[in-house]
């Protein structure tokens, strides 16, 4: 099993940067694939990003992509989401979660999730 904690959330004006942070425990983390979520108040959750096993591939969200950046820290078992220009349609809990798959924009293939951390953008 694998716990996982995120962190870093906030309350930031529109045009600031977050670096959001993900723990997750045990020794296996590397063989994990990392997800990042995102789920807004009356809203379905959505894909944010991804990080392959060992860091063998990142992906970020089409619409997300030129202000996101997912990075992992094996060394560390965490895995960070940078988020630069945010915007108020960016507020939402963001979720963390691991999987033991190649590396998936699909939730429900992920096992193990985070509490979420809130994200906030004043307008």
């Known amino acids: 099993q694998v716990q996982v904690i995120e962190s870093g959330g906030g309350l930031v004006q529109a045009g600031s940067s977050l670096r959001l942070s993900c723990a997750a425990s045990?020794?296996?983390?590397?063989?994990?694939?990392m997800g990042w979520f995102r789920q807004a108040p009356g809203k379905d959750r959505e894909f944010v990003a991804t990080?392959?096993?060992?860091?063998?591939?990142?992906y970020v969200a089409r619409f997300l992509k030129d202000r996101f950046t997912i990075s992992r820290d094996d060394a560390k078992n965490t895995v960070y989401l940078q988020m630069n220009s945010l915007k108020p349609e960016d507020t939402a809990v963001y979720y963390c979660?691991?999987?033991?798959?190649?590396?998936?924009?699909?939730?429900?293939?992920?096992?193990?999730w985070g509490q979420g951390t809130q994200v906030t953008v004043s307008s």
């Open positions: 045990g020794r296996t983390f590397s063989s994990y694939a």
């Open positions: 979660a691991a999987g033991l798959v190649f590396g998936s924009d699909r939730a429900s293939l992920y096992t193990y």
């Open positions: 990080a392959g096993a060992s860091g063998r591939f990142t």
